[in-house]
Nanobody
Framework: VQLQAFGGGLVQAGGSLRLSCAAS????????MGWFRQAPGKEREFVAA????????YYADSVKGRFTISRDNAKNTMYLQMNSLKPEDTAVYYC????????????????????WGKGTLVTVSS
């Protein structure tokens, strides 16, 4: 299984970016997916999750109302639309796949993910 995240870059505060995560190697539509991030000197943290069907989404409080997670199962791709970006959103963003087939997206944790992309850097300048 391979996950490839891309779309990161440098943006000013208040700006927007759209991250994508392309998946291959297993039936993408059978697994919940998530985005996590790791800022310099901090632990990796949950950002957002989407159910295997795409019908349910969940967000960390810090990004709720600003970020939108979605997926296109026909394209084996997951997205993270990030609006109203803040300097504190600066981090390496990782996409990951839930380990359990048909597993839930709610309460997604790092330990529950079995495949990770390499990450894409998002830098928000003030």
């Amino acid at each position: 299984v391979q996950l490839q995240a891309f779309g990161g870059g440098l943006v000013q505060a208040g700006g927007s970016l759209r991250l994508s995560c392309a998946a291959s190697g297993r039936t993408f539509s059978n697994y919940a997916m998530g985005w996590f991030r790791q800022a310099p000197g901090k632990e990796r943290e949950f950002v957002a999750a989407v159910s295997w069907s795409g019908s349910s989404t969940y967000y960390a409080d810090s990004v709720k109302g600003r970020f939108t997670i979605s997926r296109d199962n026909a394209k084996n791709t997951m997205y993270l639309q990030m609006n109203s970006l803040k300097p504190e959103d600066t981090a390496v963003y990782y996409c990951a796949s839930e380990a359990r087939r048909w597993g839930p997206a709610q309460a997604m944790t790092l330990n529950g993910m079995d495949y990770w992309g390499k990450g894409t850097l998002v830098t928000v300048s003030s």
